[in-house]
């Protein structure tokens, strides 16, 4: 950098870190026209919460170098994964997180799961005028600790300001890029009869999470989103056994609906053993009394992992020590019956698991 | 790929497309659980749309060999460029365009003013309960068919929908990558003195065409947006002029808006010719009527680029043979008045073009 670069660079920190807090209380719909109001909305709300070298280039794009992205990564055999996911949660806040976590979270997750070392994180705001900057505040503060959790840059954003009744409070939209080093292949096609599957811990906390938060039932239970980040998890996995097969985050659908995934992509059949899956008391209760299955309930932190069978302790064990202690085996692949997701009971028995119809949980995510 | 790998990935593809078209009229929640409804808005809508074999991966992160995606570029010293944008406008057809089209254009141009060559795009959609299917057919066509003109590829996406009234028709985010080639180098901090400002094409059609499609206004004029992907014209550009400065889109907030980032980050002044910006007679016309200085308007296809004195000429010549025949010089970067933006009148006069304040033209991208 010359003189001259260096002068203004130095400009543009200042001009970028007008100090200080927004003095609105509310959003209005000037905070995203694109004038003077937006500057400030982004520089006393999104730059000061988490503002940091790539948002400092101050264009609209994020300009990363290649090398320091891949430097983990052996650049000749390298992958780049790229995901984007809307979030619409209702309500914005909950128990164990809120939108802010979630949006961070779940494509980190997506990225997570396709082999990739999350890096980079986009996250664009759909704000309803009238929104209270105090709310948007915590939400903003929620992505950037999600995000140094996760290990991800917060790289590109943008805002947008809908009147008062064309949004709820606000929805989110990320979208991440990762890179697969090297050698790293899961997928489908990976998958044989015999492997096992694992999952990361116990299931459903997030959707009953967050219809307890409603508050539009007859019950309160005390029950937390486990949304959580997993790439340390997949990470760990990934190490320990490198010929893993596969791995889904059981989000929307739950864990039944990603099997149904699974057995219809490789038509082979997933076999759970009813009693592995894990269900805390407090959720299966609640479950139990709204008559839900935690199998199509939403989880925002909870993976399904195909390991090879041989290969399917060391996975457990891989993945309780890089913290999800109630990391279990829950189940395998089967020849039959082909393309279909069955659930084991205790008793010998075996239930078809179909695909979730209608709409038992909207706006889980 | 060995047989076994084959077998799963024709399973794959035959799972992916179901054949025939989305029967329902309408959207519902269901089409957002994530079960069979969902599945089958993706494989009747968007993938009958604009499926490809990014998509056709079946997981939510798209996966991309990098030598691919840097085919172009010299890896060494490559860089990749992250943007995102939100889309609200309302409503969401009018003349010239529509969400869709904007959806795309836009971030291909973010990532085009940036240097970038762009490549991967992810569109995730907000839909309102109640939509016509219709509708989102149409609008889906119109990434398609923006994406392909532009020539990046539709790498993932994802759908959620609202209840009634918790949006306003449909919202659209996208999020891009692209990759800038070794070399190039544009930014605040290379404009100097003496540069001159290249306007690719007449300001103000796009706000004014989406505010003549409200029908709320006594007025009614022919104004067709201007939304077009830049990435031909900037590339045309840097190859014409390597040591182009600086570009950016003129959004949100206009030409004037834009101008003031550059000045402010630059501590430069920006000197604009009044009669040299070019201003369609309908647009002009319409502007007065609503007491609008089409310098604060959105535009969705022009941009302003910063380019070395003596290449001004040639900088127009390759704008204009890329596709922008109105590319023209429109003014210049001065010391005085510092780190601000003047408009200098016919005969002799000049005044100042201060930051957009208030909200004249909400949900106009």
Redesign the interface.
């Known amino acids: 950098?010359n003189q001259?670069?260096e002068?203004?660079?130095d400009?543009?920190a200042r001009?970028r870190r007008h100090p200080g807090r927004l003095k609105d209380d509310h959003i209005?719909?000037?905070h995203?026209?694109?004038?003077?109001?937006?500057?400030t909305l982004l520089d006393r709300l999104f730059f000061d919460v988490y503002g940091n070298e790539l948002l400092d280039?101050?264009?609209?794009?994020?300009?990363?170098?290649?090398?320091g992205?891949?430097a983990d990564a052996q650049?000749?055999g390298?992958?780049?994964?790229?995901?984007?996911?809307?979030?619409?949660v209702n309500p914005i806040e909950f128990p164990g997180g809120s939108i802010g976590e979630l949006a961070v979270n779940g494509t980190v997750n997506?990225?997570s799961?396709?082999g990739?070392d999350p890096k980079?994180i986009?996250?664009?705001?759909?704000l309803e005028e009238g929104l209270e900057v105090a709310t948007l505040r915590r939400v903003a503060e929620a992505v950037r600790d999600a995000a140094a959790e996760a290990g991800v840059t917060i790289?590109?954003?943008?805002?947008?300001?809908?009147?008062r009744?064309?949004?709820?409070h606000l929805?989110i939209?990320t979208?991440?890029?990762?890179v697969?080093p090297a050698g790293r292949d899961t997928?489908?096609?990976?998958?044989?009869v015999g492997d096992r599957i694992l999952l990361s811990g116990p299931i459903a906390d997030h959707g009953m999470a967050v219809m307890m938060a409603r508050g539009d039932l007859a019950l309160d239970a005390p029950i937390a989103s486990d949304t959580r980040a997993v790439n340390k998890l997949t990470a760990a996995l990934l190490e320990a056994v490198p010929d893993t097969r596969w791995m889904?985050d059981a989000?929307?659908?739950g864990v039944a609906?990603v099997a149904n995934?699974l057995a219809?992509?490789?038509?082979l059949g997933v076999a759970f053993e009813d009693e592995a899956i894990p269900v805390r008391d407090m959720t299966r209760a609640a479950c139990d009394v709204l008559g839900i299955d935690p199998l199509?309930v939403?989880n925002e932190g909870t993976f399904l992992a195909v390991v090879p069978k041989d290969s399917a302790d060391a996975a457990v064990e891989a993945v309780r020590a890089a913290g999800a202690p109630e990391a279990r085996l829950v189940g395998r692949i089967v020849e039959e019956p082909a393309a279909s997701v069955v659930l084991v009971t205790g008793f010998g028995g075996a239930r078809m698991v179909d695909?979730?119809?209608?709409?038992?949980?909207?706006?889980i995510?």
Not at 79 to 86: E, G, I, M, V
Not at 122 to 126: A, K, T
Not at 175 to 178: E, F, L, R, Y
Not at 187 to 192: A, L
């Open positions: 950098m001259d670069e002068r203004v660079n400009n543009i001009v209005t719909l000037s995203g026209a694109g004038g003077k109001q937006s500057t280039q101050g264009g609209d794009s994020a300009v990363v170098d290649l090398p992205l891949l650049a000749e390298a992958k780049l994964a790229f995901t984007t996911d809307s979030y619409v997506d990225l799961v396709a990739a980079l986009s996250v664009s705001f759909i790289a590109t954003g943008d805002t947008k300001v809908v009147p009744g064309a949004a709820d929805y939209t979208a991440g890029v990762g697969i997928g489908f096609g990976k998958v044989q889904r989000t929307r659908g609906t995934e219809d992509a490789t038509g199509y939403a695909k979730l119809a209608g709409d038992p949980l909207p706006r995510c």
